[in-house]
């Protein structure tokens, strides 16, 4: 079992700066109420009404026809952001969780028979399977998450066409298809050139095996240098394909990225796959917020410079990040339809392009910051927790930093956070929360494997 102590720490502001998912080097790879036990929302993929332009970008996309996508025939979703702001009334804060709850957490080891090559990414199937993504190129099946002899299949071995030569390169980011989980999508690092690949696989028959040679590209974004390469990709409760990507590394954006919508650096994309094919890999939702207007239309939210693990709340749908910040301040956000979120003008609520005097209107706070006074850290982006095995922690944002070992919990009530805590000091480096189908909560750790959060 990991090393952990516990200790009780309310509104806390800690710092980083940033380091990649594989090794500390400058940055990533890179609440107490208790409420009832919550379904996944449906996935509800309707048509849309509004024509999407077809839109180049010379910088950033190198596949024709991706950078060609189709128009998206079905009626506009409903935004998936809920952010709420009361300001009309003073929320009630939460008890906070006992000294004895505190120390009721721990991380129990899981698929303690495997040794991991940095684990990337954990998903469960709904066959019940959990699927393990290494940085390297590999994905591994398994039938059950147990201390012991963990069954595990080598699914799929693409280390041939993963560029994980780089420490924030890699295989980066796997999901199903929550409409068929024969799809599998991967986001990984690709070479000559420099780019980061958004692709889909087939499952064979047997629910197993992987086929490497079922490939279907659907997006590709030259990366202009080999950090900052975001990595995460998941489907929201519409039914569409979220892809995070930094912006486009080095230090201090020097193109400029973050602020710049005519290109895909530096945003959280939002595609539609559902009709995926060769000609036409993916559509642009006609309610995405720059549709018909002056920046990219995949553009969902912008201005990140390393988004390391964004999540749905199954609950409220709300979309949570961490971003990874230069060397002073790590960030979370609830990423918002349209929304800018500061970067390179700001690192976090801070001026960082000017140091002084910036301009900071129509740009999105973060919900929360933390600072370390420019030691080399970088915050992971977890999960809200709606699991069942610790009833008190339900309804938290979990999240933790991959130099320090610290994980975190945060309760957002009515527009303000109302309780911050640190939870635990580990001894391992964080580099992706994992949730299963029940909301239990899971940590991969390099070099030390994957664990799941238990407590009382």
């Given at each position: ?18 380091v ?20 996944t ?5 309707t ?26 025939s ?11 702001r009361?300001?009309d ?22 698929a303690?028979?495997?040794e ?39 699914a ?58 079922s ?42 990225s ?102 900071t ?96």
């Amino acid at each position: 079992m990991a090393r952990i102590s516990m200790a009780l720490l309310i509104l806390v502001v800690l710092g980083c700066g940033g380091v990649t998912p594989a090794q500390p080097t400058g940055s990533p790879v890179p609440q107490a109420t208790t409420e009832p036990r919550l379904a996944t929302p449906q996935v509800a993929r309707t048509p849309s009404s509004v024509p999407a332009e077809t839109q180049a970008d010379a910088t950033a996309t190198l596949s024709a026809s991706a950078a060609n996508p189709k128009v998206d025939s079905r009626p506009a979703a409903t935004p998936t952001s809920a952010r709420v702001r009361t300001r009309d009334q003073e929320p009630t804060p939460p008890p906070a969780p006992t000294a004895e709850q505190l120390e009721s957490l721990r991380f129990e080891p899981v698929a303690a028979d495997r040794e991991f090559r940095s684990p990337t990414n954990m998903v469960q199937g709904g066959d019940g399977k959990f699927w393990v993504s290494e940085q390297d190129g590999r994905v591994w099946a398994f039938d059950a998450l147990e201390s012991g002899d963990s069954h595990a299949t080598l699914a799929m071995d693409i280390g041939d066409r993963v560029s994980s030569r780089r420490t924030e390169e890699g295989l980066l980011g796997m999901v199903f298809d929550p409409v068929d989980e024969r799809q599998l999508y991967l986001y990984y690092s690709a070479a000559d050139p420099r780019r980061s690949v958004v692709a889909r696989f087939t499952v064979a028959a047997d629910g197993t095996h992987v086929d490497p040679s079922s490939e279907l590209v659907i997006l590709e974004v030259g990366q202009p240098f080999a950090n900052h390469n975001g990595g995460q990709i998941a489907f929201g409760p519409d039914g569409h394909l979220y892809i995070g990507l930094g912006d486009g590394g080095s230090a201090g954006d020097p193109l400029s990225s973050g602020q710049d919508t005519s290109t895909l650096l530096g945003s959280i994309l939002r595609i539609d796959v559902s009709g995926s094919s060769p000609t036409h890999p993916y559509a642009v939702p006609a309610d995405n917020p720059f549709v018909g207007g002056d920046g990219r239309s995949e553009i969902w939210a912008y201005g990140l410079r390393n988004p390391w693990r964004f999540s749905f709340d199954r609950e409220t749908s709300e979309l949570w990040a961490g971003d990874v910040g230069q060397n002073q301040w790590e960030e979370i956000d609830l990423i918002e339809r349209g929304g800018n979120y500061g970067w390179n003008v700001l690192e976090g609520n801070h001026c960082f392009r000017p140091s002084r005097d910036c301009e900071t209107s129509g740009k999105e706070p973060p919900v929360w910051e933390y600072s370390l006074d420019g030691a080399p850290c970088s915050v992971i982006g977890g999960y809200v927790y709606r699991g069942e095995a610790i009833p008190w922690l339900r309804g938290a944002y979990i999240y933790g930093d991959f130099c320090s070992g610290e994980v975190f919990g945060l309760r957002y009530v009515d527009g303000q956070v109302m309780e911050h805590q640190r939870l635990a000091e580990s001894d391992l480096g964080i580099m992706s929360f994992a949730e299963d189908s029940g909301g239990e909560l899971y940590l991969l750790s390099q070099g030390s494997g994957i664990y799941r959060l238990a407590g009382r």
